[in-house]
Every structure is written in C-alpha cells, then in structure tokens.
C-alpha cells in the first residue's frame, strides 16, 4: 500500500498519451485518474483481503489450510466448526457478558458524559475554565498502568463490570464533541423554558435533549464500540473465564493460552477440525456483529468525528 | 498563500485558569453557586470520575519513590527516594526497551501520519459521489475492530499457512515464520497499524478540503497552475492547520506505541525488538510483581508523552501559528 501510493502520486508527471490529444496538462490528468483508480482499488482489495481470507478460512477443511492451500474461497466446505464453536457454552456465557458489559458501561457513559458537557457548555459558568481543564488535562497524562490497578484492586472493583465500566467511564473527546454540540444550540428556547419556571434538570431533560438526539445517538455509539472492542481491562481485572467478555475468549485462544480448557477439550472432541479453523470461526463470529451494524452507523461516527473537529 | 481556516483544532479548551480571582472573592462565587447549583450539582458524579479513576492515580505514582507492599497502602509503605529510577536507568533491558519504543513510535509516525493526508487527496480527486462514498467506507471499517481481532487476523495472514507465506512459497522462497523474527516484528507492527488506522485518518483532512474556498483554485487556474501545482499551492496550505493538529497530537502518543496490540503480537523470541517501554513494565508490575519499580518506569514514560505534546505545541506555536491550545 505504502509503495503504490507513493508511485501512483509520482505517475503525476509523465503524461500517458490517451484518446483525443487535448492540452499537455489534461492528458497528464488523465493519466493521473486512472493510477488513482488503480491505486483506490488496490486500498479496497488490501483492506478486504484479511476479511475474506478469514471468512475462507472459517470455512475450510483443516488438512486445506495446513497444506496452505486457502486464500480467497473455503476449501474442503464444511461448516463442522461453527457447531463446535457455537455448542461451546463459554463462549455464549462470554458472548453474553460482552453484551452486558456493552450496555451497563455504556448507559454509565452516556449520563455521566452528558451531564458533564452540558455544565461545561455554560459559558457563564463560574469556574468553567477550570472545569473543562481538568478534563482536557488528563488527556495528556495519565497516571499510568500501574497506579490504575492498584487503585481499581484496592477498592475491590476487581470481577466485577464496574472494573470494566468505570476507570474508562469519560471520554475527554467524546466529552467536547458533545460540549462543542450544545454550544452550538439557540439559548433562546432554554430561556424561555426557564422564564416559565422549569428548572435546570428539567431544560436539560424536556428540552436540550429533545433537541440533541443525534449527538446522543452518536455518542452512546462512540462508547458502545469501544467497550464492545475492549480486552485489556476484562484480561486485567477479571480473574474467572465464566466473567470473560468474548475479546477475551479470542485473545486466548490465539495466544494459546493455558486458560482456554474448554477450546482443548473441543479439538480432542474432533481431531479434524483443529486448531487454525477454530481460531478463524471465532474471529469470524466475534466481528460478525460488527459488520453487520456498520454500514448503518456509520455516518453517525463521521458525523461525530467532524462535529468535534470543526466546533472544537 | 496565508487563507482564512474554519477548521482548528480538535481539542480545544485551555488548560485550567486559576479560579476565581481574588479580588472578587467569596461574595460572587456565593452568588454563583446560589444561582447555578443545579448545574454544579450535575457536575458532581462526572467530577469525581475525574479525581478517583484520574487524578488518584496520579497521585498513586508516588508509589514509584516509595516501597511498594501488594495489599498494603495504596500510596506505599515508606520512601526510597529515586531508587527505583536508578534501578532502570542502570537496566540494559530498560535501555533495549527505551529504544525499540522510539523506533516503533517514529516508523508509526513517519507513516500513519502522511499515508492518511496522501489518501484523502486521491479521494479528493474521485469525481463519481458513489465511488468516493464505497472506498471510504470500505477503508473506515478496520478503524470498528477490536484489537484483539486485528492481531488475531494478523496471525493468521502470517502463519506458516497463511497467504503471505503462499506468496513468498510460490515466488520460490522457504515459509517464514514471521512473528518468531525479530527482524520482521517492525515490519508487521507498521503494516498492521497502517491497515487499520490509515482509512479512518482520512476523515478530518476530507472535511478540511471541503472548508477550501473554489475562488482559490479559480484564481491558481488563471494563473496557470496546473492540477498538480494547484494541490501543491492551495491545497495542501488548505489543510495545513489540521495537519499541525494532528501531527501535535500523535506527538502526543508517541511513547505509548500501540501497547495493547504489541502484547497481542509479541513473544518472548521477538522481545529484542518488540519489547517497548509499556510492555516491559507490564511484565515487570505482573509477572514480577515489582509494582514500585513498574511505576516508576510508568511515570518516566508519562513524563516524556506530555514534555513531547507540550514542546511539539509551543514549537507549532511559534513556527506555524497553529497549536492545540
């Protein structure tokens, strides 16, 4: 990918003779659109290769795969895996706690993110600045792996969502997108609202986020992806595989690591279908819900992503 | 050259003025508090998020300047001065690992940091709405994966079976194992954060070439600059304030190299050039429980990421009028 691109912006100069000769810098654009073209489709097939590969994969007979013979299509068609898979009780037990995992941290987020931008939006507010700057503060440091999980064990958050839900509850960007978001509302009809006596839970409850659905929209989409996606805090502080989430399931199964019991007693199960097909089943069942929803939330994301970029 | 930018930085915000000035004293803030406590109120859970899972640990880092007990206090059981760090300074592993974090995280910026700015000008030049909307969608999706899945996809395209070893085998080459290679680790790390980060980059420079005013590229036409000057002149001045941005901004994470996805990847056989300075004090705080010594290293790296943000932002600053803050 890297090469190609750097070719395709060089291709630039030398103009390639095409058609009806028209000026040299037309023709020099011509040749230029059709490297572009080569170039775009060479970032679609490099970007999809891996999906494809791993669905063939999934798909194959094991003696196929071994004999490195899959690439773009399943050889030796079975669906024999996603069975064993899919009759292994951890993984649904796993699957579930991603799903609850998914939903409580996310409904924690989206409160706690909403409230906190919506008083940072107050450009009246005293000690605003303050405010925001403890926020934006702990974007640039931390405190570190180390100090975080002393502290998460010491309060006895250790097995249990809170450990996954909490230390990550606020996002500092998702917090601005959302700030630069209700900034950029008419303070008029809040006013009026407060002229008729409604108090400030209440304008923020009936009428800012009436008025803000899209942005919650895309903020609850913004945390739920990131704590579907996570590992790293489940892998720290959940020490029982029934309180895994899926990430985790997967992560160790491809490290091989010795706590996947269930994963060994499957391919003693069935000899032939080991290891590599096991390993592409999950992956293809652990992304499947993923590409299933994203061509519809999508634009969502861009739309956040551009909303705190240009506002903020 | 010098246009007028509508789009700034993404991180706005100064950092914390000092309160209330204190002249005015009690009286306003008495006021402010009798007219806005509900808004503070609302402030109240989203604050104290802030100091225990944030500022705590902070404070939490003095445990690398004091002795350490698993179950014992929190903040430590008494001080050692700057043991700990002398410890790692005198570490050759530390040294080892201090330099592959900088290899990593230069080879990360020298291109997930252009390849982006490169692929949203292409896509700049699609003329089919259709075509522009598939291939950016197509390049976003690897952005939504977890980690997890990408490294384990990885291993898969890289194992003894996988495709990129059947090329290497039919263009009459031996199958590599290339996650045993140290030599290879590089290569993998880059491609891989390349292959995931490179479409979704592309976002906020496209959003910047559509804030660029036609008239410019009007004026640079009857000028007589060709498509190629007219990118190098107008565009690419267009863009240039959210290219500060961003490039302060991975700066800013240039220390903390993709530490999840290098736990995923390595091995004990690819340490020598895969160990960075967050994986090694991983194992140090873990594996050896040695959560003082840990942290120190921790607090060393923390250090550097917000001494590099903030002088790659002053620099900016002065050198180009475009910072974060």
Not at chain 1, 8 to 14: E, L, S
Not at chain 1, 186 to 215: C, F, H, M
Not at chain 2, 229 to 237: G, I, K, M, S
Request: with cysteine; hydrophobic share 50%; aromatic share 12%.
């Amino acid at each position: 990918m890297v090469t190609t691109e750097a070719a395709a912006r060089r291709t630039d100069t030398p103009p390639r003779p095409r058609r009806r000769r028209g000026i040299q810098q037309t023709r020099g654009y011509r040749a230029f659109q059709v490297a572009n073209g080569i170039v775009l489709t060479l970032v679609v097939v490099v970007t999809l290769y891996p999906f494809v590969n791993i669905v063939a994969r999934s798909m194959s007979n094991e003696a196929y795969i071994i004999a490195g013979q899959v690439n773009l299509v399943p050889r030796g068609f079975t669906l024999d895996t996603y069975q064993l898979v899919m009759s292994d009780s951890l993984f649904w037990t796993n699957y579930r706690n991603t799903v609850f995992y998914t939903v409580t941290a996310t409904l924690i987020s989206i409160t706690l993110t909403t409230c906190y931008a919506y008083v940072l939006s107050k450009k009246h507010l005293k000690g605003r600045g303050a405010l925001v700057g403890i926020a934006v503060f702990t974007m640039f440091f931390t405190g570190g792996l180390i100090p975080n999980y002393v502290l998460v064990t010491s309060l006895g958050l250790k097995n249990s969502v809170w450990a996954i839900a909490l230390p990550n509850a606020i996002s500092v960007f998702n917090l601005l997108v959302m700030k630069a978001f209700f900034e950029s509302l008419p303070t008029d009809l809040e006013e009026a609202a407060a002229v008729d006596g409604l108090n400030t839970y209440g304008i923020l409850l009936r009428i800012v986020l009436p008025l803000s659905k899209a942005i919650v929209a895309t903020m609850v989409l913004f945390y739920a992806v990131a704590f579907w996606n996570s590992w790293f805090a489940a892998f720290l502080y959940l020490d029982q595989q029934e309180l895994w989430p899926v990430t985790v399931y997967l992560r160790n199964l491809i490290a091989g690591a010795t706590g996947a019991e269930n994963v060994g007693s499957i391919t003693e199960a069935n000899e032939v279908q080991a290891e590599a097909t096991l390993k592409a089943v999950t992956i293809v069942l652990t992304t499947l819900p993923i590409l299933l929803v994203y061509p519809f939330v999508q634009r969502y994301f861009v739309r956040g992503i551009m909303l705190g970029a240009v506002k903020g | 050259m010098s246009r007028p930018t509508t789009v700034t930085s993404p991180a706005p915000g100064p950092p914390a003025p000092p309160p209330p000035p204190p002249r005015a004293g009690r009286n306003t803030w008495r006021r402010a508090l009798r007219r806005d406590w509900q808004l503070y109120s609302l402030a109240i859970l989203p604050l104290l998020f802030f100091l225990i899972f944030r500022y705590l640990p902070m404070l939490g880092n003095v445990i690398a300047f004091r002795r350490f007990q698993p179950g014992g206090n929190i903040f430590g059981e008494y001080w050692v001065g700057l043991r700990y760090f002398k410890m790692f300074l005198t570490d050759p592993t530390f040294w080892n690992v201090f330099t592959n974090t900088l290899v990593l995280g230069a080879l990360t910026l020298l291109f997930c940091f252009p390849l982006p700015i490169v692929l949203a000008l292409l896509l700049n030049e699609v003329r089919t709405g259709s075509i522009k909307r598939f291939v950016q969608s197509v390049s976003y999706l690897p952005h939504f994966l977890s980690i997890v899945i990408v490294a384990a996809m990885v291993m898969q395209l890289l194992s003894v079976d996988g495709t990129v070893n059947q090329v290497v085998q039919a263009t009459g080459g031996d199958a590599i194992p290339f996650l045993q290679r140290p030599e290879w680790f590089r290569t993998i790390y880059v491609s891989s954060e390349v292959w995931q980060t490179v479409g979704w980059g592309t976002i906020l420079y496209l959003a910047a070439l559509t804030t660029i005013d036609d008239n410019l590229y009007e004026a640079a036409r009857i000028d007589g600059a060709n498509r190629w000057r007219q990118t190098w002149h107008v565009t690419l001045p267009g863009i240039r304030p959210t290219m500060v941005t961003l490039l302060i901004l991975n700066i800013g994470t240039f220390m903390a190299v993709g530490f999840e996805k290098i736990l995923l990847l390595y091995n004990p056989l690819t340490y020598p050039t895969a160990d960075v300075i967050s994986t090694y004090l991983f194992r140090v705080g873990f594996a050896s429980s040695n959560f003082s010594y840990a942290a120190a290293i921790g607090l060393f790296e923390a250090v550097i990421g917000l001494v590099l943000v903030l002088s790659a932002n002053l620099i900016a600053r002065r050198t180009v009028g475009t910072s974060l803050w």
